[in-house]
């Protein structure tokens, strides 16, 4: 684990490369995002599918063609380097999973940064909830849903949602958090009865680890999930796609609490 | 004035030529957004000027390359025909105002729908404050500020403000009012001193009709404004343009009360 709390220095220690692992708890006050860098021929569509798709789609940062420093919007960094490790796709097949992706880079490349649950878990934590999976640490379960984005060009494709489960009174405090940030996927998309949005079997994720079974006072809360644009992009089968290793996001210098509204 | 309540009804009053002057009032339930169009070249740039410029910019709807219907995001619509009166930029001059860009469309241009103060001007009137330019049937004073935007590319320039006054002991509830509408240029980016931020006179605007004086107990608050865009535009000079003619906005299907957080 990455023990800092600075981070612009967290991610110095990531762009010399001596660091490649998960980034979770890493300058916890600090946003963390999800990478996505496509084409300029496929940004149009996807940023029009962000705009049309806030909830699975938060988008916290947006570089132009060809430029690897985002302008410093979200702090001194150089999204070639400055991640753990990245995974790159073409024609949707993974082709490498590199430290860096300086050879890579191509004057025609946009990064897109999403935002993450990552900072809405931090304020359900410091209000006194508990978040099983971080206690266990493992990984959250994640359900295709029946529910379909809105297609922007070729990026089509169902939302992900992740779930968390809550006594059913607090439901409404999780709400109100969460709801607190609509930048990093907002209040949950449902609550209750997981056969309302497609979910057969609460007990067999597509992505994460099983939950236990519910407690009987705990009522299911799911959220828009970053896998969201990953299934949608996977599908369209860009020529070329970067994103974060699972995991190992980008550390802004954007703090948790300023995202709040 | 269109004097028509339904949105969808209102546009196709405009789409068959019936109508071709402002839009204030009409539908007024309804989100009205400025458009700008541009061509894909410049496109991935622009949005990622909105998105680091969300106060001035806020992206309420985008569409992808040759698409005038925005995938009906916001409403059935036809973005080449619904507005009254558009504006045609060739290299930043103004070649051409028709009510409808039929002839100018083409498979490359981007369609970007950015909201306006009118949607926090209504919930302001609905509680009972008093916006005299909507009294007097006058335009807002604007200004350029001190302040630059966050620039993305070709994209770049000073921040523009529009003015409103109020009483010193309303001031809190009108900051709380317009800070629930973020996505419709939000809390006001500064109150009180007009040098502060860079305007040397408030009664000589860059735009709109110089406000009365101001009454001694009244404070004047500034919000990012719509124009910004297109000064920073028409400072990049793109190939081509196309905006809304000043109040002839696009009526959309979103209800103002739904961009509430």
Same mark, same amino acid.
């Given at each position: ?19 490649? *692992? ?14 996505? %860098?496509? !084409? ?82 931090? !304020? ?14 493992? %990984?959250?379960?994640?359900? %295709? ?11 089509? *494709? ?8 809550? !006594? ?17 996927? *907002? ?20 992505? *994460? ?32 796609? %970067? ?19």
């Amino acid at each position: 684990m990455l023990n800092i709390q600075d981070s612009f220095q967290a991610r110095e220690i990531i762009r010399e490369g001596k660091y490649c *692992g998960y980034t979770t708890g890493a300058a916890n006050q600090h946003v963390q995002g999800n990478l996505v %860098i496509l !084409p300029t021929e496929y940004a149009v569509e996807f940023a029009a599918f962000c705009n049309r798709n806030p909830k699975p789609c938060p988008l916290i940062g947006m570089g132009t063609p060809g430029d690897p420093f985002l302008n410093s919007t979200l702090g001194e960094l150089d999204i070639r380097t400055d991640l753990p490790k990245y995974r790159v796709f073409r024609y949707g097949e993974l082709v490498d999973e590199p430290t860096d992706i300086d050879s890579y880079w191509q004057s025609d490349l946009v990064a897109f940064v999403l935002g993450c649950s990552l900072s809405f878990e931090l !304020p359900l934590l410091e209000a006194g909830f508990r978040l099983p999976h971080i206690e266990k640490g493992t %990984i959250v379960p994640m359900y %295709i849903t029946n529910q379909q984005c809105n297609p922007a060009g070729r990026f089509s *494709g169902p939302m992900v949602v992740s779930m968390r489960s809550f !006594p059913k009174n607090q439901i409404k405090e999780v709400m109100h958090i969460t709801g607190k940030f609509p930048s990093v996927h *907002g209040a949950p998309i449902h609550v209750g009865d997981p056969s309302a949005i497609g979910i057969k079997n609460l007990y067999q994720p597509n992505w *994460g680890e099983s939950p236990d079974t519910l407690p009987e006072d705990h009522v299911p809360m799911f959220w828009a999930c970053g896998v969201t644009p990953q299934v949608v992009i996977q599908k369209a089968k860009p020529s070329l796609c %970067i994103t974060h290793s699972p995991g190992c996001m980008l550390i802004t210098d954007l703090l948790n609490k300023d995202l709040a509204v």
